[in-house]
Nanobody
Framework: QVQLVESGGGLVQPGGSLRLSCAASGSFFRIESMGWYRQAPGKQRELVAEITRGGGTNYADSVKGRYTISRDNAKNTVYLQMDSLKPEDTAVYYC???????????????WGQGTQVTVSS
């Protein structure tokens, strides 16, 4: 089973920056894709950005040019650098990983507990 620990959320003024981190630990063979989702009050959870093990990335249109996703495979950690933040970026941000099991080599998805990002003056 994988454990995900998120950090880096908080309160920031419009135009500011935050960096989120999500570290995976536990018993698994490998972490495949990693990503970030967010959910604002009254809205559905949506994909923000994702990154493959090889470094391929995909971003939501609303964050392109402002957010950067990266990962450190040796540390099983994914990062989300958020710049030029806007009030509409306010949400709970969730880490999501695709895990490859050690013995069966089957895959499953795991979610972090979420971290609050609030953009307000």
């Amino acid at each position: 089973q994988v454990q995900l620990v998120e950090s880096g959320g908080g309160l920031v003024q419009p135009g500011g920056s935050l960096r989120l981190s999500c570290a995976a630990s536990g018993s698994f063979f490998r972490i495949e894709s990693m990503g970030w989702y967010r959910q604002a009050p009254g809205k559905q959870r949506e994909l923000v950005a994702e990154i493959t093990r090889g470094g391929g990335t995909n971003y939501a249109d609303s964050v392109k040019g402002r957010y950067t996703i990266s990962r450190d495979n040796a540390k099983n950690t994914v990062y989300l650098q958020m710049d030029s933040l806007k009030p509409e970026d306010t949400a709970v941000y969730y880490c999501n990983v695709l895990v490859l099991r050690s013995i069966t080599r089957t895959k499953y998805t795991s979610w972090g507990q979420g971290t609050q990002v609030t953009v307000s003056s």
